[in-house]
């Protein structure tokens, strides 16, 4: 049976994986090229019109007018169903009869269909490609290739479109003219098997490919220095061509490897928005690609990550990590009642912000003037490009690991996304909450380009320089005192460890989690920097780590989050055994989940037996028949 | 043909039909006494070589294409008629001044009659012009060889009679636009509109009334990679020559104004073919035929973007050559060139299978 075995790992889409078929096994991601490049792994042969190679092959069928019938040899990976050339010229009806044609013959032909990859056009629809899908699926095909004509342009967006619908247990090549700074980009959005044919064309025109570019080779004496092997024995007696298709198999090479490592580092993304700079035209591939299939690349992007997360450019505006977070926050973020002011603070380099030298003396500010009553305060970080950031969520991915280029100035786009979440945010508030604004530069631009949505006053503490100024933090000061007495502002008790824990719960799990989790009454205790114990009558339900923001779910938690009706994975029995649960035994998942998610784990009688952090996305648990869906933690014995 | 195509070749002729547009509706008023175009060349004439005249007479143009099957997908050779019926006297003057260029050439001489259409049929060419044009040819003593050129469909027993009673022992060829031996290809990437047995049919039709048949062979018919081209004018040439036609006319592809191959060229899904896949066609082919079958291939605009071509350096050499073939049916003279471009050619051959994506696309 031909089958798509998925490995650990997630960034976004791309993923680590074995196609197996009877006893040919074959790693991926992977290159493909003709048999005239050496050492591949794997090569593409024409039935009938190449020799078939011992390599491990692709084998395409020639034209649907040529009618060959296909045949199955050990060192065949896939067969490729015919097509036309030049279909995608056409409209999606033709695109359309071309894959139904391509059905039909795999369904009259004697060879399973577990064998075959559909062809398909990118004139094609995506309603069409669903049911074509349909019925490839149950003609038992798992892969499909796609072209992409290397111009970046609207055909090649929706080639990607076309391969987001596909099932996740699918093999996915990609064809056509594929420059090296374009691979990490087509492993990143799920292209298992990338065509490096291109190595070879630009070899044939003398044409030396580089990371990001290319330089053609008329001499050695003046071609640019490079260390690779190929090059380095290079002769002038020799013949060029084959010198330069060495050295571009080396940058194919070299860059698949980047993107692989990078995937394993969770940097895939940064790699990706790097290397749109190496042309106006691939950037505007990856704006676009981050509008058109924005859930499809958010869907395989972890929710937790340790490492720094570089946000350097525009391309990380919508970046699936950042959009994600913002959204969220709009969804599932209640600010905790009785709160009667909002104070705007601007962020720090390091993070948590409140590590940071400023936010140290910003709550120095806040607890010299008015003590107590801080816990009346919210406090909230304005930011490029995560917006708003309350203070309760400053531990959670990526506000806690996410690094950007300061200068003090902010382009439109950063302002109109951060006012953006600063007018919703402040919509959650009551109106009569006044606002103190201690921010200035870009931060106080934001302010000013939110204030027409703002319906709550504002009181701007900086008249000009930074926020943390002997004067503005005097100003701070004074303000805070005038308004505890405006506002009458009364001290109490800390709030701050309950708040946190809703608010994190519910931005985990959904709104009202965090009201399952941590009721009113609920004993917690610990330090925010460290870990945070939740106890309901004495059993913990929860508790919260510094390290990564987020809470981690006991048994008994998990069975409070049940009744939230989110975030469960439901597998095919009654006790869960050993550590793991495994996608085949997974019988339905919350499409919510992402990688790295809190999860419970439901039995057939929908009893909580377990909890966990997920290893890939809901869905994914649904379509793959191996690899391992949830790392248990605690579970009923 | 299964469903799917057979779908897919209506869906076709609809988006060749779009891709005219109102191009023929808005074809110019010409001139009705003067030929559309009329060039003199060497040619080979049986086993001597000679002077042809080609002459397209300028008509309504091909009822097929006019007509509601939208005519062939690479071909708007229709607009270069005239957008008005052209009366039998301006076609014979049509004729007679063509004939003015070679008024003092000496035998043997070949007359090439072009409509942009077929000269035999009745809607276009009138039949008392087309009785005129024979005679005019008859009293020409000079003329040995003439080729008339029409679809299948108005090759009749009545027709042939006329012509052989007209031209007698003349060597006579009917031209058809074969294009390529497998069905689907002609049906469905070209929209001919007729079958391989519709073909066979007028070649022992013609070859009762002792009148040779000429084939046109299509190098690259759309929605054909490099390779699936390649093989399929060997196949549609050897074919020919076994159906019994007399002379092979191979053409590549040329992208025509206000045609489906000009709006796949310009979305960078369709190249004219290579000037390799011709040559090589030509070399296999001509050592699979009889000798007594005749190839020739006077490629239009080649080695232009337009036109079959290479990468510009080698293109004029074997363009050269390739002519140079056609006289002497001597396939040495396509063997030994070479030029950088060649193992481009060879790579697309492979590459284009699996891609789809044409190479070294141009415009």
């Known amino acids: ?637 | 043909m299964i469903d799917e195509l057979t779908e897919l070749s209506t869906h076709i002729q609809q988006m060749s039909l779009k891709s005219r547009g109102s191009s023929i509706a808005q074809r110019r008023r010409r001139d009705p006494r003067q030929p559309a175009a009329a060039w003199v060349t060497t040619a080979r004439i049986g086993y001597d070589t000679g002077t042809a005249i080609s002459i397209v007479l300028s008509t309504i143009g091909c009822s097929y294409a006019r007509g509601p099957h939208g005519g062939c997908t690479m071909c708007s050779y229709l607009l270069d008629g005239t957008s008005t019926q052209v009366s039998a006297d301006d076609l014979v003057s049509q004729f007679e001044t063509a004939m003015t260029k070679v008024a003092t050439t000496s035998s043997p001489l070949s007359v090439k009659i072009y409509t942009s259409g077929s000269f035999l049929d009745p809607a276009e060419v009138p039949p008392e012009a087309r009785h005129r044009i024979l005679s005019l040819i008859a009293a020409d003593d000079r003329i040995v060889q003439v080729i008339l050129e029409s679809r299948p469909e108005y090759v009749t027993e009545s027709v042939l009679a006329e012509i052989q009673k007209a031209l007698g022992t003349r060597d006579v060829e009917i031209g058809i636009g074969l294009e390529s031996a497998n069905d689907t290809v002609r049906l469905m990437c070209i929209n001919k509109g007729f079958t391989l047995k519709d073909f066979e049919r007028v070649v022992s039709l013609a070859r009762g009334y002792g009148i040779g048949t000429r084939a046109y062979v299509l190098i690259k018919p759309p929605f054909l990679t490099e390779r699936d081209a390649l093989f399929d004018a060997i196949d549609t040439m050897t074919t020919a020559a076994r159906l019994g036609v007399t002379t092979i006319s191979v053409n590549p592809v040329d992208i025509q104004r206000h045609t489906l191959v000009e709006s796949l060229w310009n979305s960078g899904q369709y190249r004219p073919p290579w000037l390799w896949t011709v040559v090589q066609a030509l070399h296999q082919a001509r050592q699979e035929i009889p000798s007594n079958v005749v190839i020739v291939c006077d490629p239009v605009a080649a080695g232009k973007k337009r036109g079959t071509h290479n990468c510009g350096k080698c293109d004029k050499a074997i363009v050269s050559a390739i002519r140079k073939f056609s006289l002497s049916q001597d396939v040495k003279d396509l063997e030994g060139f070479t030029c950088d471009c060649l193992m481009k050619w060879e790579h697309s051959l492979v590459h284009e299978d699996l891609s789809k994506v044409p190479h070294d696309h141009q415009q």
């Open chain 1, 1 to 637: 049976m031909g089958k798509l075995m998925i490995q650990r790992g997630h960034d976004g889409p791309a993923r680590q994986c074995t196609w197996k078929r009877d006893s040919l096994s074959l790693s991926t991601p992977q290159l493909v090229g003709p048999t005239t490049i050496p050492d591949l792994a794997l090569v593409y042969v024409t039935a009938t019109r190449d020799e078939l190679s011992k390599t491990t092959s692709i084998v395409v069928l020639p034209s649907l007018i040529e009618n060959v019938v296909p045949v199955v040899t050990d060192t065949t990976a896939l067969i490729v169903a015919p097509t036309l050339a030049g279909i995608d010229g056409l409209d999606s009806e033709a695109a359309r009869l071309t894959l139904t044609a391509q059905t039909r013959l795999i369904r009259q032909w004697d060879v399973a269909g577990e064998h075959f990859a559909i062809h398909v056009p990118s004139s094609t629809s995506l309603s069409d490609f669903r049911d074509i899908i349909r019925t490839s699926q149950e003609l038992g095909v798992r892969a499909a290739v796609f072209h992409l004509d290397g111009s970046l342009g609207p055909r090649d967006l929706q080639a990607v479109s076309l391969r987001s619908q596909l099932p996740r247990n699918w093999l996915t090549v990609a064809t056509g003219k594929i420059q090296p700074a374009f691979v990490p980009v087509l492993y990143y959005l799920g292209f298992d098997i990338i065509d490096a044919s291109y190595a070879e064309t630009a070899a044939l025109a003398h044409r030396r490919l580089w990371r990001m570019e290319s330089e053609v080779v008329t001499s050695w004496d003046t071609a640019r220095y490079c260390g690779c092997h190929a090059c380095h024995d290079a002769t002038s007696e020799g013949p060029i061509e084959q010198t330069l298709l060495l050295h571009n198999m080396e940058m194919f090479h070299s860059l698949l490897s980047e993107a692989v490592h990078a995937r394993a580092h969770g940097r895939l993304r940064w790699l990706v928005e790097s290397l749109s700079h190496t042309s106006p035209s691939m950037a505007s591939f990856l704006r676009l690609v981050d509008k058109r299939v924005f859930d499809f690349i958010e869907e395989f992007t972890p929710t937790v990550g340790s490492g720094t997360v570089p946000l350097i450019g525009p391309e990380s505006y919508d970046a699936p990590a950042i959009k994600r977070w913002r959204d969220r926050l709009v969804a599932r973020y209640t600010p905790p009642e009785g709160k009667k002011i909002v104070l705007l603070l601007p962020c720090s380099a390091r993070k948590p912000y409140s590590d940071s030298r400023s936010h140290r003396r910003f709550i120095e500010t806040i607890e010299n003037s008015i003590g107590p009553a801080r816990h009346e305060i919210a406090e909230v970080i304005l930011t490029s490009p995560l917006g708003v950031i309350p203070r309760e969520l400053e531990r959670i991915y990526p506000i806690a690991n996410y690094d950007i280029p300061v200068t003090g100035d902010w382009d439109a786009e950063e302002i109109r996304i951060a006012a953006d979440a600063l007018v919703s945010h402040m919509k959650k508030f009551p109106p009569d909450v006044v606002v103190i604004a201690h921010v200035s530069g870009g931060y106080a631009q934001v302010v000013q380009a939110a204030q027409d949505g703002i319906a709550q006053s504002i009181i701007y503490t900086i008249r000009e320089g930074s926020a943390t100024s002997r004067e503005a933090l005097d100003s701070l000061a004074s303000t805070l005192r005038d308004m505890k007495e405006v506002l009458a502002l009364h001290g109490g008790r800390s709030t701050l460890l309950e708040e946190t824990l809703r608010a994190t719960a519910d931005f985990q799990f959904g709104p009202g989690a965090g009201m399952l989790l941590v009721p009113e009454g609920t004993s917690v205790s610990g330090k925010l920097y460290r870990r945070v114990i939740c106890r309901d009558h004495g059993t913990q339900l929860a508790s919260y780590l510094a390290e990564n923001g987020l809470l981690s779910l006991t048994l008994d938690g998990g069975c409070r989050l049940s009744e939230h009706g989110s975030y469960w994975v439901r597998f095919d029995g009654e006790v869960l055994q050993g550590g793991s649960l495994f996608a085949v035994a997974v019988k339905d998942a919350d499409e919510k989940i992402r990688p790295g998610d809190e999860v419970i784990i439901l039995n057939k009688s929908n009893e909580v037996v377990a909890v966990g952090r997920s290893e890939m996305s809901g869905r994914e648990m649904c379509d793959f028949t191996n690899g391992r869906a949830v790392s248990v933690r605690h579970r009923r014995k």
